[in-house]
């Protein structure tokens, strides 16, 4: 697939305004989300499109590096898009890469500078554009030089049926409660400590076993922010799962877990027949407001399990998932079993 630049990826003109921005994302996102049939590499880029476009600062300076490339290869900027695609008539010569099976990784990976540990991993086909700092990238290497060793040794691995099942699972809450952390630590054992707003909706798979079945966990990540509201809404049917997060040093993100139960099942989400946890991160900090025993009281009212969280140091992130996806899993088999009973 061509990459675009981002004014084509989202069909628009150099000029549009930050509501036009808006609306052609919404449309975009939508249009190319995985869950609505659409492809996972052009969803990115127009995520990323959105995060450069809707930011005066970092759309300035990509404009500023369209016209850079413009006028270095003869072309006129032009009034939709910028024209960054590949020019015609120029030919990239293309090196071949080693074998990943051939390249040794360093006894001391430590001494690599950045710039060396992203070639590194580019050399071993392993993905590293969401590492933030330089240890994400070490903890990228040491994750593959870990899997390398089990694949030469024989590992055992636990008795797995053919049967597979591929669940839901949605993550709601306020901005800046630490959703998108809770995931990050669970799926990468990793956390980042700087603030990145989740921009419309965020989507990711894990593959595991659960109960001896191979299960494709689907994440879908939702913003919090009130200006996603449109795009929230088309991703709530046909979920299992859900993670309700607030913040334990916040009373008011406690309270607004009723506004997000009722942006869910009005959106169709019937909360009778999905799983439910809630987390209350962040309790590494200091200055708790909501109890254990408040949260816990909450959930169990309706029927949820309650979780003490934290992203940052990983306490009750494991125990929480897991007991998500096994609750989900059981009632998918129960259901199968069920309908495989009727039939007969």
């Given at each position: ?64 590096q369209l016209e850079s490339i413009n006028s270095q290869d003869g ?270």
């Open positions: 697939m061509e990459k675009l630049n981002y004014y084509d990826s989202m069909n628009l003109a150099r000029t549009a305004t930050q509501e036009q921005i808006k609306k052609a994302y919404r449309k975009a996102a939508l249009l190319h989300h995985p869950d609505k049939g659409g492809d996972e590499n052009m969803f990115k880029q127009i995520s990323k499109a959105f995060e450069i476009l809707s930011d005066t600062k970092k759309r300035s300076a990509y404009d500023s072309l006129n900027p032009s009034s939709h898009g910028g024209g960054d695609k590949t020019p015609k008539g120029k030919v990239h010569k293309t090196k071949t890469m080693p074998s990943a099976s051939n390249i040794e990784i360093p006894s001391n990976p430590e001494s690599l500078s950045v710039k060396e540990l992203k070639n590194l991993l580019t050399s071993l086909g392993v993905r590293h554009d969401d590492c933030v700092e330089k240890s994400d990238l070490l903890q990228r290497l040491r994750e593959k030089k870990n899997s390398a060793r089990r694949n030469t040794t024989g590992a055992k691995t636990t008795s797995v049926s053919n049967e597979h099942i591929a669940i839901k699972i949605l993550s709601v809450g306020d901005p800046e409660c630490g959703k998108s952390c809770i995931i990050k630590r669970y799926c990468e054992g990793r956390f980042v400590n700087r603030y990145i707003s989740t921009i419309g909706v965020d989507y990711g798979v894990k593959k595991m076993n659960i109960q001896g079945i191979k299960v494709a966990v689907n994440f879908f990540d939702l913003s919090g922010q009130r200006d996603y509201e449109e795009i929230r809404k088309e991703f709530f049917k046909d979920s299992q799962g859900v993670i309700l997060t607030f913040e334990v040093n916040d009373k008011t993100t406690f309270a607004n877990l009723q506004r997000w139960e009722r942006e869910a099942r009005n959106n169709g989400l019937n909360f009778s027949e999905v799983d439910v946890i809630i987390c209350g991160n962040k309790v590494d900090l200091n200055g708790r407001e909501v109890t254990a025993a408040e949260g816990n009281k909450w959930a169990t009212s309706k029927g949820y399990k309650y979780f003490d969280t934290s992203a940052n140091t990983g306490l009750g992130v494991t125990e929480a998932m897991e007991s998500l996806f096994n609750s989900v899993v059981t009632r998918a088999l129960a259901i199968k079993k069920n309908l495989t009973a009727n039939l007969i």
